[in-house]
């Protein structure tokens, strides 16, 4: 099959969240089996005059080509989102630029992919080619929108595909568009796509998305092992698996000694590696850390950037619990890698996660995740069962700090017996999230659509 698909991340080109992971995985993986698959994402912070470029890839599989959108005008300033209108008419562009460009160069898939808003005009507007594609739209954060005033974009047939479809008043939703007309949505886990369907859960599209429930399907993301194994992972310091877990001590003790940080060997070491928004449950971590770090025999460390309110609460919180709680504001590829190989746990307390992939490095990386049953949490996270010796992690129910208190205490008390924590370790290091067993699902979502390998056209 031939696959356009239009993102604003891609790993390693540019990374936010976890959307760039997941748009080079799946890509890479499509292509790996054999099809074709065009990436269109913008090329920022580059001020040379506009075109579409094609970049070269290190260990790109043969029929994944990435072309970067390079418009200094909307992209010449780095950030990846300004948070402002020019994001309307930057990613308008970037939905519009992927459509004419597949035209000019008479690329016609079988199939348009897009991811999230920043991408949904692709899906919004119609291709300028027949007989149009069938489209998909992937839900990766729906807390994101894309959502402006009528006038952050000039009047057009793009402005008109870009309205709000479930507002009376005159705006801009580009998510609400893209999933009105896609002929087909995903959205990254099967909890999160009955989640995403509840008002507690739609961010105000749950109306539109019962509407078109019929046609959304839940696909937990993979995990490109590649770049996410301990065993060869070349931005860690020792190399450890399954099989030969002892490096993981030295990793923890380099971890500690790069921290400057001296905890006992008993004590564990709870990682986080999140932006710093509501969605991750730093509300409950505020309220919860002072009981937490007076309670527990455990040490914070968290990788994060974001909301300053966050920032300045945490920083805060580590200033009077120093040893407790270290924050370390920035990002950093290779702190993340090292942090999960160093920590023992890794605490992801989120509102709601739609899948969360820092969960399933964590788990083979052999740090046991202790995640709120949500979303893709809850799809990926088995809670340990000691009497079985099955399960991968530590699920908690309830979004308050009794919760998270619950989920860490269970944790810590496991931790303290070796035997058993050598068994959840391993149960965690073997579970298998490669796009291998992922993937397949979205190539079904796409074989159906386009009859290209079923036979059958459907509409
Ligand atoms: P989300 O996409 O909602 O941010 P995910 O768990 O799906 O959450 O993906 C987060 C991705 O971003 C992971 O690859 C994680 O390692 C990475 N990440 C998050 N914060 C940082 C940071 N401060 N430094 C480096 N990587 C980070």
Redesign the pocket.
Known sequence: MRILMVTAEF?PLA????????AAGLAAWLAAAGHEVRVIMPAYGVTEPPQLRPVTLAEAPAGLEVFELIAPEHFGTPPVYLGDDRDAVRFALLGEAALAHAHADGFHPDIIHAHDWHAAAAVALPAPWHPTPPTVLTL??IGYQGIFGLDALPDGPLREALRDPTVVEPRLNFLAAGIARATTLTTVSPTHASEILTSEYGAGLDGLLRERADRLHGIL?GVDYDLWSPAHDPLIEHPYSAENPGGKADNRAALLEALGLVVDDDVAIVGM???LTA??GLDLLIDALPGLVAAQECSLVI???GEARYVDALRALADAHPGAITL?E????T??HRL?AGSDLLL?PSRY???????L?AMRYGTIPVVRATG?LADSVQHFDPLTGEGTGVVFRDYDVGGIHWGLTQALAWHAEPALWRQLMTNAMRSDFSWEKQGPAYLAVYSALSGAVSGAKQD
Request: aromatic share 2%.
């Open positions: 790993a990374k936010v969240g976890g959307l760039a992971d997941m990766h954060n993301n590696i999140t932006r969605q991750k990788l994060g950037m370390l920035a990002h950093d590829e702190l993340a999960l992801m996660e739609p899948c969360g992939l820092t969960q490095y893709g």
